[in-house]
């Protein structure tokens, strides 16, 4: 990456995701290397068992790599306290679960400004709206 240049919104470098130990060891990522570019869309498909949500896990800082690097947003992730990864994740990383763990009291606009709130920021105007497309 040059100089002035954005950071890619997630890097793994040599990342290794194990699993458990010795025989009954299950490695689900081995030295997997991607790089995510900040306003793009990726689709991670595969078979079950694959690795797919082992990797998001991973690319998020929702589980950390058993070897390897994770950075998100030019902030290595691998040395972080739990406070700090998670003020990270709060601030630089959006997460759609499979089953989308929305809090049903809430609407729509509610549950996408819940991060903002979270934090201790009020939605600009026009902001949720504008997630939500």
Same mark, same amino acid.
Request: hydrophobic share 45%; with cysteine.
């Given at each position: 990456m040059?100089?002035g240049?954005?950071?890619p919104? =997630?890097?793994?470098?040599? *990342?290794t995701?194990t699993y #458990?130990? #010795?025989?009954?060891?299950v490695?689900a990522l @081995? %030295?997997l290397d991607?790089?995510?570019? $900040?306003?793009?869309?990726t689709? *991670?498909m595969?078979p079950?068992?694959?690795?797919?949500s082992t990797?998001? @896990?991973?690319?998020?800082?929702?589980? &950390?790599?058993?070897?390897g690097? *994770?950075?998100?947003?030019?902030?290595?992730?691998?040395?972080?306290?739990?406070? $700090?990864?998670t003020r990270?994740?709060?601030?630089? *990383?959006g997460?759609?679960f499979q089953?989308f763990?929305?809090?049903? /009291?809430?609407t $729509?606009?509610?549950? =996408? /400004?819940?991060?903002?709130?979270? /934090? #201790?920021? &009020?939605?600009?105007?026009? %902001?949720?709206?504008?997630?939500l497309?």
């Open positions: 040059t100089s240049q954005t950071p919104a =997630v890097e793994l470098r040599a *990342v995701r #458990g130990t #010795g025989e009954r060891g490695t @081995h %030295e991607a790089v995510f570019p $900040a306003g793009t869309f689709a *991670v595969g079950s068992g694959s690795g797919k990797l998001l @896990h991973c690319a998020a800082g929702l589980d &950390r790599a058993t070897a690097d *994770v950075i998100i947003d030019g902030a290595p992730v691998g040395g972080l306290s739990e406070r $700090a990864l990270l994740r709060r601030a630089r *990383v997460f759609v089953a763990n929305l809090i049903g /009291a809430l $729509a606009a509610q549950n =996408v /400004a819940l991060p903002l709130r979270l /934090a #201790g920021h &009020r939605p600009a105007p026009g %902001e949720v709206s504008a997630m497309g």
